[in-house]
C-alpha cells in the first residue's frame, strides 16, 4: 500500500525557506554548524520518498507487519525486539526497512540493495541516512512514519550530545489536539524532528518554527524537504526570540516540561525551575497571537502543598487577554513520576538510584507532592472579560482539534445566552456521534437501570452520567423547538411548575453543551426572552433532571 504524501505547492521555494546551504544555511540569523543532513542533489528528497512510499514504509503497513494495533514506540520495539523480527525476517523490501529504519537493525548489503533500488546505497549514504560497511548497512538515524509523514529522528540510544526525540506520546496528543482550521501565519516553538511545523504546514500559508538545539533544526529543514512541505522556516534561537514582532494566528509547542532538578536532556529538561517554562511561555505567547488565534501547549504543573493546582494555574492565565481551556490528565505523585521519568531515560540502576534521590530532594524542597499534565489551549481575545476551563483529558478519537475550536465556540455561545431566559429561547440540537449508554442490573421487580451515560465517539469523548429523562430530553432535540418549549413539555409530563424546574434543567443543559452533547441549531442566534408556561404542580417536588 501506497501512503499519501502531501503535495507540493508551486507558489513556494524549498531552496528559500529550508535552507539551500548544506553547509552552514541560516534562516534565522545565527550560523550553524555543518549539518551531516542534507540533500546535495536536487531530486534526492523525493527519490527517497518515493522508495519509502513504493514498498509501503507507513504506520498501516508496518502495524499490519508487526502484528499489532498501532506503531509500538521506542520502549515496545525493545522489549519485544526478538519478536519484531521474526515477524519482519523476509526478504521484501518493507520488512528490509522496517528492519533497518525503525528495529534499528543492521541489513545486508544485498538486502539493503534490494529494500532500496533503483536508488543506489551511496546516495542514502550521502544524505546521512546510511553507513555502509564492508558486508552491511546501518541506519545513522531512526525514519518515523506519523500520519503521512516520515521523519528522520535520533535514536533513542544515539551517543550524540543533544540527541533529537523522535515522536513522543505527547508530540502524538498535541498533534491530535492541534486545531487544523486554515491559519496564514503558524509558529512552531522548539520544533525538534519538526513534527508539529510539519502538520500545521498541511493547513497553512507560512510555518515558522525555533529550535535552539543546531541539529534539530538540521533534522527538520531535511524532514521538510523529505515530506515535500517547502513552505516552513526553521529557525535557530530560543522560543520567541527568532520572530519577534511578528504575529500569527496558530502557535503550537511541546516544550522540555519535565520538572527535574537539574537539566539533563534539551528535549526533555529546561534550566528553569520546577513548571515555570510553562507558566512562562504561557504569559509570553498572547502578544504573537492575531485576535482569535490560538496557543495550544503540551505541559507539566507542579502540585504544590496547601495550594490548589487550578488555583496555580489560573494565576499563569491572568491578565494574559486569553481564554484558556485546560484539558488534564490524573496527576501522579512525585516518587512515580521521577521513578518513569527516570526510567525512560534509560539509566543504569546505580545512576537511576542517585538520581532518584536528588529528584526527591529536590520536590520536597519546592513542595512539590505530584506532577499534573495536559494539553493547555489559548485563544486571543481582548473584546471581552476571559474564561478558564478545566476538564480531565476524555481520550480523543480521530482528530480533537475540530473539536477544541467547537468547545471555544459552545463557550462563545453560552455566554452570549448567559441569562436563563436567553439560553431559553435557543434551538438546541444533539450532536453527531452521540450514543446513550444504559447498564441495567436485575432486580426482584426486573432489570434496573443503575448507570446512564451519554458519550461522543468521534473527537473528543466526554461522556456524562445522565439520568433516563435527560437521554430522552437529549433524544428529541433536533433544533426545531426553542428550550423553553422543551421544558413546558417536560412540566406537563411530570406534573410539576416549569418555572419550578428551571434552575436544574438549565444546569444540565449549560453541562450538556459545554460537552459537545448539544450543540445550537444551524443558524441560531440570539433570541429574545421567552415566558415559560406554568402548570400548576406540586411545589416540593425537585423534579427529574440530573447530570453528574
Not at 518515493?50 to 525493545?78: F, H, K, N
Not at 531535511?222 to 515530506?227: G, P, S, Y
Not at 528535549?267 to 492575531?290: E, G, K, V, W
Not at 540502576?349 to 494539553?375: C, K, N
Amino acid at each position: 500500500m501506497l501512503c499519501q504524501r502531501y503535495p507540493r505547492d508551486p507558489r513556494h521555494s524549498c531552496n528559500r525557506l529550508v535552507g539551500s546551504s548544506p553547509d552552514n544555511g541560516s534562516e534565522g540569523g545565527e550560523v550553524l554548524p555543518p549539518s551531516p543532513f542534507s540533500w546535495k542533489h536536487s531530486g534526492t528528497a523525493s527519490q527517497v520518498r518515493e522508495v519509502l512510499d513504493r514498498a509501503g514504509y507507513a504506520e498501516p503497513t508496518i502495524s499490519e507487519l508487526l502484528e499489532t494495533p498501532e506503531m509500538p514506540r521506542p520502549g515496545q520495539r525493545r522489549q519485544a525486539l526478538p519478536l519484531y523480527l521474526w515477524r519482519s525476517r523476509g526478504d521484501t523490501p518493507l520488512e528490509a526497512m522496517v528492519r533497518l529504519f525503525l528495529l534499528h537493525q543492521p541489513v545486508s548489503l544485498q538486502a539493503a540493495r534490494r529494500a532500496l533500488a533503483p536508488m543506489p546505497l551511496a546516495d542514502w549514504a550521502e544524505c546521512g541516512l546510511l553507513a555502509i560497511g564492508p558486508t552491511e548497512v546501518r541506519a545513522v538515524v531512526e525514519l518515523a512514519p506519523y500520519e503521512g509523514l516520515v521523519l528522520a529522528v535520533d535514536w533513542a540510544e544515539a551517543a550524540v550530545g543533544d540527541p533529537v526525540m523522535g515522536v513522543a506520546a505527547t508530540s502524538r496528543v498535541l498533534a491530535q489536539l492541534t486545531v487544523r482550521r486554515h491559519a496564514p501565519r503558524a509558529l512552531d516553538l522548539g520544533a525538534g524532528c519538526g513534527i508539529q511545523a510539519l502538520l500545521a504546514a498541511r493547513h497553512s500559508d507560512h510555518v515558522s518554527a525555533t529550535e535552539l538545539n543546531p541539529r534539530a533544526v538540521h533534522l527538520a529543514r531535511f524532514n521538510a524537504e523529505l515530506n515535500g512541505l517547502c513552505h516552513v522556516a526553521f529557525l535557530p534561537g530560543d522560543w520567541f526570540g527568532p520572530v519577534h514582532g511578528q504575529l500569527f494566528d496558530l502557535i503550537v509547542c511541546n516544550p522540555p516540561f519535565v520538572i527535574a532538578p537539574s537539566q539533563r536532556r534539551l528535549h526533555t529538561h529546561s534550566s528553569r525551575p520546577s513548571d515555570h517554562l510553562c507558566r512562562d511561555l504561557i504569559q509570553a505567547a498572547p502578544p504573537f497571537l492575531r485576535q482569535d488565534g490560538y496557543f495550544q501547549l503540551a505541559a507539566n504543573w507542579a502540585h504544590v502543598t496547601g495550594q490548589d493546582w487550578r488555583d496555580r494555574l489560573a494565576d499563569w492565565f491572568a491578565g494574559i487577554g486569553c481564554d484558556a481551556w485546560v484539558l488534564h490528565a490524573d496527576a501522579e505523585a512525585a516518587p512515580t513520576y521521577a521513578l518513569a521519568r527516570i526510567s525512560e531515560a534509560g539509566e543504569d540502576p546505580d545512576q537511576a538510584t542517585r538520581l532518584f534521590d536528588e529528584w526527591m530532594a529536590y520536590y520536597q524542597r519546592e513542595g512539590i507532592e505530584g506532577i499534573g499534565s495536559g494539553v493547555i489551549t489559548l485563544r486571543r481575545s481582548t473584546r471581552r472579560p476571559n474564561w478558564v476551563r478545566f476538564d480531565r483529558f476524555p481520550g480523543v478519537t480521530g482528530q480533537g482539534g475540530a473539536a477544541i475550536e467547537q468547545g471555544f465556540a459552545l463557550r462563545d455561545f453560552l455566554e452570549a445566552n448567559h441569562s436563563d431566559r436567553e439560553l431559553l429561547g435557543a434551538r438546541l440540537c444533539r450532536a453527531d456521534h452521540l450514543c446513550w449508554a444504559p447498564r441495567y442490573e436485575p432486580t426482584a421487580a426486573g432489570w434496573s437501570v443503575v448507570a446512564s451515560q451519554l458519550r461522543l465517539t468521534d473527537g473528543l469523548a466526554f461522556l456524562g452520567n445522565v439520568d433516563p429523562p435527560v437521554a430522552a430530553f437529549v433524544a428529541r432535540c433536533n433544533g426545531e423547538q426553542p428550550l423553553g418549549a422543551a421544558l413546558a413539555d417536560i412540566a406537563v409530563a411530570e406534573g410539576q411548575e416549569a418555572e419550578r424546574l428551571i434552575p436544574g434543567f438549565l444546569r444540565v443543559v449549560r453541562r450538556l453543551v459545554e460537552l459537545g452533547h448539544l450543540l445550537p441549531a444551524k443558524g441560531e442566534e440570539k433570541r429574545p426572552q421567552t415566558t415559560v408556561p406554568s402548570h400548576g404542580a406540586s411545589a416540593d417536588r425537585a423534579g427529574p433532571i440530573g447530570l453528574s
